[in-house]
Structure formats: structure tokens, C-alpha cells
């Protein structure tokens, strides 16, 4: 029986790992088949069943109406004809690949797993992985031989946190499986969910790398922006004007320079890295990329204590207030957010620093950053502002919005714009000393 068919007949789909990626893939097939979903986080779980959705992804109201089976159970998942492992896959501090997560949620799934489950990982992984690491581990657990009781699939995520225009169902879903009839019942499963369309992947190796490379692809446009704007800067040129020029032909890419945090480009490079020297090759330009992006945050803080002394400013004890913590905007994901180098590294100034972001609950902060955070309204009295995120509720502001944040006689006004948010021109014909990438 094909595995449709099995979920249409009362087995489960589950879902293992209820972050930015599970919860909305579970809310979405709870829709349509019976649903379990797990974690190993009972706080998170207990957040869910209040109805709360801390990501913002999916939104409370479809936490709150959902059917899908919150547990930390895994015996529930011996229900499943489907699970799907969407975990995080993180690096080391030496920028390796940790696959902990995924190692242990294999470990779960072998221990739980009945013959003829179909197993499909979403978790970011560097090719060969699915094949050669978690099928190895769950027939040990479970004593069935993958490809005869028991199939793996592989199936990247492309969850854009923040983005509420290129969502699950709008996303084109690459699918992979060890063969072409465990590929047939993946496809169908996901098309349940996903409306744009299905492209199937000739083997896992080429779903799995697909993942990293249009990650990776990201990285070197975004490095090589920054690495012109770190150029201009010396020319005394404005990046963003030669953008806006450059943008003016056909085949302009429309990349712009900025900070590279978050689960995917920051963190996705380093897996094509790790596995290309593995196979005895080097990669040049993802590993230049990485360090490229990898240091715009102190880049971005000395350009901050440089611009303070233009304005002659006393650096000690300065008030300077930093707006946007997470890693990209209008989100409360802080997952490799470069705002907080930029924090650390200005504190070695020992500037006077206060942090804002009404996207970001201040108990989940790093424990060196919760006491520095203040909320926007508490904003006042500042010598420096420095916008590292271009959330909705900063980009708004006028010159004279901006000018209520300063100490009264401050003059002229540091602002550090890292995205461009504001016109050059207008700030400073209003009495600002400006700064942007």
C-alpha cells in the first residue's frame, strides 16, 4: 500500500523537531492527515499547547486551532507511517558541522520505527549524510535494513523566516528518495502541503547539496557587496548610490551589503566546506565569502567608534543604543545574529550601551546582553544610534522621530544605518553625522 493511501486510512505523519521548520510543516499537514508532532523540549511543547507561537511563523490562531498531537513521547512515533526529521544542524565554534541533533533524533526514530515508515530528513546536512550517517543509525537501533523494511528521503527546507510571501505552500519542494517508488510516495505527501510544485532530485546526494549551494551561492553576493562597500568606504564613495546605479541594468543581481547571521547562509557554507576538503578539494571562494561576512560586525562596530571620534565624542562611558537584535528583520529569530558581535565588540569600548528590539522576548537574550536591554520607548538622552535591523518599527522613522533619541545639545548626531534605511542627504541636512555599508 502506497503511504497516501496508509495516512488516508488513519497512520500518523509526524514531525520530529518543532522549530521554525516543523512547526509550520506540522501545522500544514495536520490540515489534511492525522498528525504527531514531537520534540524533546517540554517548555516549548507546553508554549504550543497554550496556544503561543514564539516563532511567529504559523501565528498563534493556527497553534490554537490546530488538531496536531503536541508530544515529548517518543512511543507515539511507532504511529507514524511518515516521519519527517526537521532539527537544527548548527556548526561548532570551529565551524564544523555538528550533527548532534540529527544523530540523536535518528537515534529516537530507530528505537520507535515500524517496518515499511518512510524517513525523511529536512534538516540542513552536507551530501551524503542522509545515505551514509542517519540510515546507518536507525537500522542499528531498530534492526531493519534500510531499503527493505524501512525507507529514508531527503527533503531540504527553505522556511525564509520573517518572509510572509514565500511561504511552505509557495516554495518550490525538492524531493529525493532511495528509490523511484519511495520518491512517488514522497512527492505525493508533500504535495499535499505544497502548491508550487514538486521537483524531484535524482538521488539524495543532489537534494542534499542543492541546499547548501543556493545558500552558499547567497553568501559570495552578499560577501562581495560587502567587500566592495568596505572598498568605497576608503574611496569616499557612496555604496548605495553606485547600487542604485548598478541596479539600473537588466541582469543587475540587486544584492546589497549588510550583516549575515541566521540557520541557513551563515551556517550552510561551512557544510559544503567541511565535506569539499573531505573529498580532497578546497574551496576558494565559499571559504573567502565566509570570512568576508564573518567580519562585518566588527567592521561595523569600529566604523561606529570612528564615526563617534569625527563627532568628537568621549568614547568612554558614550550612550550609545543599538536597534535589532535578530539576524534579519520584522522576526524574533536571534539564531546567529551578527547584532550581537556588534554588541560585544562595542562593549570593549566600554561605551554606555543600550539594546532594543520589540521583536525579541529580553529572557531569551544571551546572559552579558539581558541587562543592557531597554525597551524603545525608554530610548532618550543617547549619543550614538547604531540600526542594525530594518524591523517595520525602525524604518519609519523621520529626522525629527530620530532626534527625540539624543541628548538634547548632542551635535552633530552619530547614526550608524548598517541596512540604508534612511537618506543619506535628509539626515544630514538635519544635523547628522551619517554612517551605512
Known sequence: ???????????????????????????????????????????????YRRGIDPTKEAGDQAVQETTLHFTADPEDLAEAAFIIVAVPTPVT???VPDLTAVKSASRIVGQHIRPGTIVCYESTVYPGVTRKVCAPIIEK????????????????????????????????????????ASLDDVAEIYSLVVDA?????????????????????????????????????HMNIDTQEVIKAMNTKWNALHFTPGLVGGHCI??????????????????HIAAASRLVNDGMAAFVASSTIREMIRADLRVHHSRVCLFGLTFKENCPDTRNSKAFQIARDLLTYEVDLSL?????????LPDDLRAHFISLKD???????????????????????????????????????????????????????????
Open 1 to 47: 500500500m502506497k503511504t497516501l493511501e496508509k495516512l488516508k486510512n488513519g497512520k500518523a505523519l509526524a514531525v520530529v523537531g518543532l522549530g521554525y521548520v516543523g512547526l509550520p510543516l506540522a501545522l500544514a499537514f495536520a490540515k489534511k492527515v492525522r498528525t504527531i508532532g514531537f520534540d524533546i523540549n517540554e517548555e516549548k511543547l507546553a508554549t
Open 266 to 283: 551563515g551556517v550552510d557554507p561551512y557544510y559544503f566546506i567541511y565535506e569539499a576538503r573531505r573529498s580532497g578539494y578546497v574551496t
Open 197 to 233: 510544485g514538486i521537483y524531484r532530485a535524482p538521488t539524495l546526494e543532489v537534494a542534499e547539496a542543492a541546499k547548501l549551494i543556493e545558500n552558499a551561492q547567497r553568501d559570495v553576493n552578499i560577501a562581495f557587496m560587502n567587500e566592495v562597500s568596505r572598498a568605497f568606504h
Open 356 to 364: 532594543v528590539d520589540p521583536w525579541v522576548d529580553p529572557e531569551k
Open 379 to 437: 530610548v532618550r538622552d543617547m549619543d550614538t544610534l547604531v540600526f542594525a535591523v530594518q524591523h517595520r518599527q525602525f524604518s519609519g522613522f523621520s529626522p525629527s522621530d530620530l532626534t527625540v533619541f539624543y541628548r538634547k545639545d548632542r551635535a552633530p548626531k552619530v547614526i550608524v544605518d548598517v541596512k540604508g534605511m534612511y537618506g543619506r542627504k535628509e539626515l544630514e541636512d538635519s544635523g547628522f553625522l551619517y554612517w551605512s555599508l
Open 141 to 180: 537501533e531498530s534492526g531493519l535494513v534500510c531499503g527493505k523494511d524501512f525507507k529514508v528521503a531527503y527533503s531540504p527546507e527553505r522556511i525564509n523566516p520573517g518572509d510572509k510571501v514565500h511561504r511552505l505552500p509557495t516554495i518550490c519542494k525538492i524531493v529525493s528518495a532511495t528509490d523511484d
Open 93 to 95: 565554534d570551529d565551524d
